[in-house]
């Protein structure tokens, strides 16, 4: 995700040269979009985060966890109580029965989920199939486990996976798969297609999934979000990620947790262990007594669905062209009917000129398209917010971009 701004090599303090394990690596496309608006007071539909707070209730409970003395470690693996609560809610929602004691861990984020479940899968040489564009940690996790992703770009307007490419870029050395629904940049989800085909290729040739379904609850128009765990073959080999960031509105507590069997759970946990060792106890106490109740998060789907449309409507007439979203608190747009410019400069433009901060689709690449003329918005902000930004972009002249 990634823009080869650093050389390849550091000098350090002591005149030597630290060999790089990302050398092609730059600061992720997030960080920098950010960065930007805030420095041009821009409004920022950049990086994925909500603008409004997490329900009063659930930070009343993390001060009422914090003043109870629950300040010191949470066992490694999480809060027996809140893994009781997660279990429960996987049973209700994908009909899985899972072990809170030896097949949840809580992690701190998705971001580290992904990468302890990577480092237990991954041995040097191993390769990893991405989905490109994908989410930007997936790769660097590959590689700083010694792994080669193996990218397989999906081509617009619809973006579907070809199946058949993926069979075919099978090796010996394939070990997992990544899949993302509702996918981070794209705002689509899998089909019951996608799923039989990834059962069908992983059985085959004996692979591990890394799913990653922090937006499993941001799913619209009706449809089903289709867990791994839902099936009986792909729960069985995979490492399932999820994100109370996301399920609460509070990205920066940076809480998430995995679910895999217990065998290689107890792989993940060894990483674990000696990575993160346990995650913040006051919001584990609060998370276990606010998520007991699912009306806490049954509502996200119209809640964002709301918040979707509203921003599509208010962007009417601003001349981008929005692809189908059905999932994530993303959307892409094509402004190929208003500028010529590669997305990169495009949206330092949007931001600097026209107040608007998005994000460009080339960084989720690892061989950007070039031709293409996508932004991506991200839509978890208050009407007020998304209305101010579609009058923005109505009043700027985007054609002088
Ligand atoms: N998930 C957020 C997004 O897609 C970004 C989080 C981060 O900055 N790493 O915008």
């Given at each position: 995700?990634?823009?080869?701004?650093?050389?390849?090599?550091?000098?350090?303090?002591?005149?030597?040269?630290?060999?790089?394990?990302?050398?092609?690596?730059?600061?992720?496309?997030?960080?920098?979009?950010?960065?930007?608006?805030?420095?041009?007071?821009?409004?920022?539909?950049?990086?994925?985060?909500?603008?409004?707070?997490?329900?009063?209730?659930?930070?009343?409970?993390?001060?009422?966890?914090?003043?109870?003395?629950?300040?010191?470690?949470?066992?490694?693996?999480?809060?027996?109580?809140?893994?009781?609560?997660?279990?429960?809610?996987?049973?209700?929602?994908?009909?899985?029965?899972?072990?809170?004691?030896?097949?949840?861990?809580?992690?701190?984020?998705?971001?580290?989920?992904?990468?302890?479940?990577?480092?237990?899968?991954?041995?040097?040489?191993?390769?990893?199939?991405?989905?490109?564009?994908?989410?930007?940690?997936?790769?660097?996790?590959?590689?700083?486990?010694?792994?080669?992703?193996?990218?397989?770009?999906?081509?617009?307007?619809?973006?579907?996976?070809?199946?058949?490419?993926?069979?075919?870029?099978?090796?010996?050395?394939?070990?997992?798969?990544?899949?993302?629904?509702?996918?981070?940049?794209?705002?689509?989800?899998?089909?019951?297609?996608?799923?039989?085909?990834?059962?069908?290729?992983?059985?085959?040739?004996?692979?591990?999934?890394?799913?990653d379904e922090v937006?499993?609850?941001?799913?619209?128009?009706?449809?089903?979000?289709?867990?791994?765990?839902?099936?009986?073959?792909?729960?069985?080999?995979?490492?399932?990620?999820?994100?109370?960031?996301?399920?609460?509105?509070?990205?920066?507590?940076?809480?998430?947790?995995?679910?895999?069997?217990?065998?290689?759970?107890?792989?993940?946990?060894?990483?674990?262990?000696?990575?993160?060792?346990?995650?913040?106890?006051?919001?584990?106490?609060?998370?276990?007594?606010?998520?007991?109740?699912?009306?806490?998060?049954?509502?996200?789907?119209?809640?964002?669905?709301?918040?979707?449309?509203?921003?599509?409507?208010?962007?009417?007439?601003?001349?981008?062209?929005?692809?189908?979203?059905?999932?994530?608190?993303?959307?892409?747009?094509?402004?190929?009917?208003?500028?010529?410019?590669?997305d990169m400069s495009?949206a330092q433009k949007?931001?600097?000129?026209?107040?608007?901060?998005?994000?460009?689709?080339?960084?989720?690449?690892?061989?950007?398209?070039?031709?293409?003329?996508?932004?991506?918005?991200?839509?978890?902000?208050?009407?007020?917010?998304?209305?101010?930004?579609?009058?923005?972009?109505?009043?700027?002249?985007?054609?002088?971009?």
């Open positions: 995700m990634i823009r080869p701004c650093y050389s390849m090599c550091v000098s350090s303090h002591l005149g030597m040269m630290i060999r790089s394990k990302l050398p092609d690596t730059g600061t992720t496309i997030f960080t920098v979009m950010s960065a930007l608006a805030q420095k041009h007071g821009a409004i920022n539909l950049s990086q994925g985060f909500p603008n409004f707070e997490p329900d009063p209730r659930l930070r009343a409970l993390v001060t009422r966890a914090m003043e109870s003395g629950n300040n010191q470690y949470a066992p490694m693996q999480g809060l027996p109580e809140l893994r009781e609560v997660l279990a429960q809610k996987i049973l209700n929602l994908y009909g899985c029965q899972v072990s809170g004691e030896h097949e949840i861990t809580v992690t701190a984020g998705g971001t580290q989920a992904i990468f302890t479940a990577v480092g237990a899968i991954i041995h040097p040489g191993d390769e990893a199939i991405v989905f490109d564009p994908a989410y930007d940690c997936y790769a660097p996790a590959v590689r700083i486990f010694g792994g080669i992703p193996i990218p397989i770009t999906l081509h617009g307007p619809d973006f579907a996976i070809d199946w058949a490419a993926v069979e075919s870029a099978v090796t010996p050395r394939t070990r997992m798969i990544f899949i993302n629904t509702p996918h981070n940049p794209l705002g689509r989800a899998f089909t019951e297609r996608d799923i039989r085909a990834l059962e069908k290729i992983v059985s085959k040739h004996d692979l591990y999934v890394v799913s937006y499993e609850h941001i799913i619209f128009d009706g449809l089903q979000h289709l867990s791994v765990l839902r099936s009986e073959i792909l729960s069985k080999r995979s490492f399932a990620v999820y994100s109370f960031g996301k399920l609460v509105h509070a990205t920066g507590w940076k809480v998430g947790y995995c679910v895999a069997p217990a065998d290689l759970m107890m792989e993940f946990r060894k990483i674990h262990q000696f990575n993160v060792f346990a995650v913040n106890r006051p919001m584990q106490h609060a998370l276990a007594e606010y998520l007991t109740d699912p009306v806490t998060y049954s509502g996200l789907n119209t809640f964002f669905q709301k918040k979707r449309d509203y921003f599509i409507e208010q962007m009417s007439g601003t001349g981008f062209r929005f692809l189908p979203c059905e999932g994530s608190y993303f959307i892409l747009a094509d402004y190929s009917a208003l500028s010529d410019l590669d495009f949007l931001t600097i000129e026209g107040g608007v901060a998005t994000i460009p689709l080339s960084p989720f690449y690892a061989n950007p398209i070039t031709d293409q003329r996508i932004v991506r918005f991200c839509f978890a902000k208050t009407e007020e917010t998304l209305a101010k930004a579609a009058e923005l972009l109505k009043a700027m002249n985007i054609h002088a971009l």
